[in-house]
């Protein structure tokens, strides 16, 4: 159970909105690990060096499952200690008056990416990238098999404005009971574009943007990757497989080999286009609920990755419409010549 004094994370649905929020005040105890300072929680830097580092493993929970060569880890995963959701939890949803609540049961880890405190993911190298899929694939595929999750989010905040705490490079993975709204809907949709149309709606886009062609950053025989026609963000990317995979979890290691070729090949253009930038990376993979051999054909795997150059504003929340000073065609252009 995650709790602060007596308050339990949970689940408050909004009527309003018809969407659910999380509650999770065990996160406000998170210190801040920047550039190996401790910033405790309300202020006060403290030099102290990373719990994420290699021979400080007893300053994270229990691990849960790792990959070693030569001896040594490369790449571990670990409950979070500030989590937002927790397994131990029972699943148990609630009426409180009018209002409708969930408490907090779910799956929150974390991805300890690499044991070097200093490398970031434009540093690594093929080696790194595989470790960090193939550790991943393992949680896609373990955490399916408890039936309770429906859904799963995995994603990587970099940098500061991108929300991330510790600056040793990490990835989180959270597995929820229910599908959030948004995702509910992508679904639906992309479930009725295949009966109507046959095809998986993401194969169209991606037929789209081969046929325009200027927003294509780089592609090989199971991937693509370019800035959508209508981004979101400034810089905005999408690697989308080309084959008729859902999830990390029906991935060969052909197949994991071949997206760690782009998505080395798409940071090193990263870095040296924007150096040091923020982004959130967001891992998509079918969801869990109504999974079968037929998701295949309206799922697509996809990796979003979206830089944090500038913040969003009062008539994005006001609208949930976003302005985007970046035309997807010059940031492909400024990628690919880089
Ligand atoms: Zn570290």
């Known amino acids: 159970m995650v709790y602060l004094g007596d308050i339990v994370s949970e689940f408050r649905y909004c009527k309003l909105r018809r969407e659910w929020t999380l509650f999770a005040p065990e996160r406000l105890k998170r210190p801040k690990y920047l550039n190996n300072k401790k910033e405790a929680y309300l202020g006060e830097i403290i030099h102290e060096k990373c719990p994420f580092d290699m021979g400080r493993e007893e300053f994270t929970p229990n691990e849960i499952t790792r990959i070693s060569q030569d001896g040594k880890w490369k790449c571990r995963v670990v409950p979070n200690l500030y989590n937002a959701l927790s397994i131990e939890t029972q699943p148990v949803s609630k009426r409180d008056g009018y ?15 690499t044991p070097n405190h200093d490398k970031q993911i434009w540093d690594y190298d093929y080696n790194d990238l595989a470790n960090y899929f193939t550790i991943i694939q393992e949680r896609v595929v373990n955490l399916k098999r408890d039936s309770r999750f429906a859904f799963i989010s995995i994603f990587k905040n970099q940098g500061e404005e991108a929300g991330a705490s510790i600056s040793h490079s990490h990835s989180q993975i959270m ?28 194969d169209d886009l991606v037929y789209e943007e ?3 062609g200027k927003n294509i950053i780089s592609q090989n025989s199971e991937f693509i990757i370019y800035c959508p026609y ?10 989308v497989a080309k084959k008729k995979l859902s999830s990390l979890s ?7 080999s071949a997206l760690c070729d782009i998505t080395k090949e798409f940071f090193n253009k990263y870095y040296k286009a924007l150096g040091e930038v923020a982004f959130n990376m967001i891992i998509n993979n079918a ?11 309206y799922y697509r795997f996809n990796i979003e990755i ?7 504003a009062g008539f994005e929340i006001n609208s949930l419409m976003n302005v985007n000073v970046m035309l997807p065609e010059t940031a492909a252009k400024i990628y690919k010549d880089n």
Do not use: C
Request: charged fraction near 35%.
């Open 99 to 113: 209002f409708e609540k969930f408490n907090g049961f779910g799956a929150h880890e974390v991805v300890i990416e």
């Open 175 to 202: 597995a929820l009971p229910f599908l959030p709204k948004k995702i509910k809907e992508e679904i639906e949709y992309k479930k009725s574009y295949y009966s109507e149309h046959k095809r998986a709606l993401l």
């Open 210 to 212: 081969q046929g325009y």
């Open 230 to 239: 209508a981004s979101i963000f400034p810089f905005e990317v999408k690697i």
């Open 250 to 256: 029906e991935f060969s290691k052909s197949d994991i």
């Open 287 to 297: 969801p869990y609920e109504e999974y079968s051999e037929k998701t295949k054909e």
């Open 306 to 312: 979206e830089p944090r150059i500038y913040k969003i």
